[in-house]
């Protein structure tokens, strides 16, 4: 709660350094402005969203379904939320994530777009508090157009929230039809809900429309889904037809012209591991993650079990497969799920304590880091340690703007092996040597830049995981055409005694990520109907986009169980130490 201003002239806080954005029509007053200059430079923050003391009811509700505020600032890798009408912002934040905030004011879903990338520049320094000064005006729902904004503004899927939102009321109509009082009970609680969760007496976000939200919320929910689900469609029509897809749709068609046959090498007859011939065929499969052209094999090594994509993919193929996933077309949502993997960021980074005594790492190399998310949770938990990073992609560029490393490398590992050659305490690679062409030639890299002493920490998935076997080719650690070797734990282990490496502790369950039905699930769909908008197919027609939502609508009821199959697996292989990854600690004893 944003307390009053200071009455005396003399007592005011000094405001130089702020700004405060507010969207078209909300009016800020000069003392909701100073109090909330105050409020930020006392803790510590250099964001802060202001919520209105009146904020409509359902959109309160759709705020806390999206954020602890237990938890929100300390969340390093939380996304910005806030309610769209208010945001005090730090100028030299606004600098550096290089915002521009001159001109008219922003609808609110600009304004969450905003908030959404500030937090990224603010990670454990943005917070949300009321405005009792500010005002949300006359209560009105948001147009089907005006709420898919926000939605996408803020990363979410529009048209499956809303189809999720009709799901739920079906299913508590039919609950209350069908199952007698509990059903009705169930009902009357949702129908309740924001009157229980908001009209506490005396709390500081008082909704100007509780009475009437309450009263009519069946009846406002169902308009709202219907709305959106039609200004979801609407809009997902209507991609492709723009200039830059159809830039994207044309570029791709002229590349794909000569066929995918060119991004293969000829197959090799060997294993690139130990050199046995003894080869077969694990899995054949299409690209099931982005739906481009070609097919991909997979063979393993009948002597010592490696796992290896057989014919490999050229540098050109491995460039034309990663374009659109994790930058470009698909960078949002590759982000987006890099951001909810807090807790395996905290275990990779918890693993090393046991080994360090009582001082933490000087420095610190995260190989493959990506858009920086591990380098940015890590702080949390070894906040004396320099951070950088080492990638391929612009994602690293972008980590060390936001201050989630200090230094970010662009280019191939081994490339830098000589210029970072002992410089570092820790080398991390986490799911990064299953992607490169010639991971022996990588751990060569970190032991040239590793000091003596110093600890390699990488993790992998497991090609023996009993999923494997189960899934087939529906698992996803195969990750095709992307996954370039699997290595099974015993090759890995060999490798580094080769280079004078101590191994000092292995996890199985604790590297699990839950995600084998899910992605089983998920792969399946995409197998059966790719997604119709995608500019490197043959434009969509009319049946294609049909096929699409029915299987993605058949498919919603997979998705709950296999979320359901996933967390028993999960407690299964924290139980019995095995999953479907593993991650090494090892020490580097010997120059």
């Keep these: 709660m944003l307390p009053a201003p200071p009455a005396a002239p003399a007592g005011l806080p000094r405001a130089a350094g702020w700004r405060l954005l507010s969207a078209r029509g909300v009016e800020a007053d000069g003392a909701t402005f100073l109090a909330a200059c105050a409020y930020a430079e006392r803790e510590g923050l250099r964001v802060l969203d202001l919520l209105p003391g009146d904020l409509a009811a359902e959109r309160a509700l759709g705020l806390l379904r999206l954020v602890d505020p237990a938890r929100y600032r300390e969340d390093r890798l939380g996304e910005g939320r806030g309610a769209g009408y208010a945001v005090l912002v730090a100028e030299e934040v606004l600098a550096r994530a290089g915002c521009v905030t001159d001109g008219p004011r922003p609808e609110p879903a600009e304004l969450l777009a905003l908030l959404r990338r500030l937090k990224e520049y603010a990670a454990d320094s943005t917070g949300l508090v009321i405005a009792p000064g500010l005002s949300a005006g006359r209560p009105a729902g948001a147009s089907g157009p005006a709420r898919v904004a926000e939605l996408r503004a803020q990363g979410l899927p529009a048209g499956a929230l809303a189809a999720a939102q009709l799901a739920g009321l079906a299913l508590l109509a039919r609950a209350a039809v069908r199952q007698g009082g509990w059903g009705a009970a169930a009902a009357g609680l949702y129908w309740l809900q924001p009157y229980l969760a908001l009209g506490e007496p005396g709390a500081g976000l008082r909704p100007a429309d509780l009475a009437r939200a309450t009263a009519a919320r069946p009846v406002r929910s169902l308009g709202a889904g219907l709305r959106t689900v039609a200004a979801a469609n609407r809009a997902r029509t ?115 304590r046991p080994y360090t005594g009582s001082a933490a790492p000087a420095s610190w190399l995260d190989v493959g880091t990506g858009h920086g998310h591990f380098c940015n949770a890590a702080r949390a938990v070894w906040p004396r340690t320099r951070f950088d990073g080492l990638d391929m992609g612009d994602g690293v560029r972008g980590a060390e703007a936001r201050g989630w490393v200090e230094t970010g490398f662009q280019g191939q590992f081994p490339e830098f092996a000589g210029k970072l050659a002992g410089q570092y305490e820790v080398v991390s690679m986490y799911h990064y040597l299953e992607h490169t062409r010639e991971p022996l030639a990588e ?149």
């Design 238 to 352: 209507a991609v492709g037809a723009d200039a830059d897809s159809a830039r994207a749709a044309a570029a791709y068609r002229a590349e794909l012209a000569d066929g995918t046959d060119r991004f293969l090498e000829p197959r090799r007859p060997d294993c690139p591991w130990c050199g046995s011939r003894q080869l077969s065929v694990q899995v054949t499969v299409p690209d099931l993650l982005q739906g481009k052209p070609g097919s991909f094999t997979l063979e393993r090594c009948g002597r010592c079990a490696h796992v290896f994509q057989n014919p490999r993919l050229t540098p050109e193929g491995l460039e034309f497969y990663y374009r659109d996933f994790y930058d470009g077309r698909g960078g949002e949502g590759a982000g987006t799920v890099f951001g909810r993997l807090g807790a395996a960021y905290r275990g990779r980074a918890e693993m090393l």
């Design 443 to 591: 751990l060569d890299a970190a032991t040239a830049v590793l000091a003596p002493g110093g600890h390699l920490t990488i993790e992998v998935p497991d090609p023996q995981s009993r999923m494997a076997r189960l899934l087939g080719p529906a698992w996803l650690p195969w990750f095709q055409p992307q996954h370039q070797h699997l290595i099974p734990a015993a090759n890995l282990r060999e490798a580094l005694a080769d280079r004078g490496f101590t191994v000092l502790s292995e996890e199985h369950g604790p590297a699990h990520q839950g995600n084998d039905f899910f992605g089983a699930v998920a792969l399946t769909a995409s197998r059966l109907a790719p997604d119709p908008d995608r500019p490197w197919a043959p434009p969509a027609t009319a049946r294609a986009r049909v096929l699409a939502g029915a299987v993605r609508a058949a498919a919603l009821p997979l998705f709950a169980g296999a979320a359901v199959l996933d967390a028993l697996r999960t407690a299964a292989a924290h139980h019995a130490d095995g999953g479907n990854a593993y991650r090494v600690l090892a020490r580097k004893d010997t120059p």
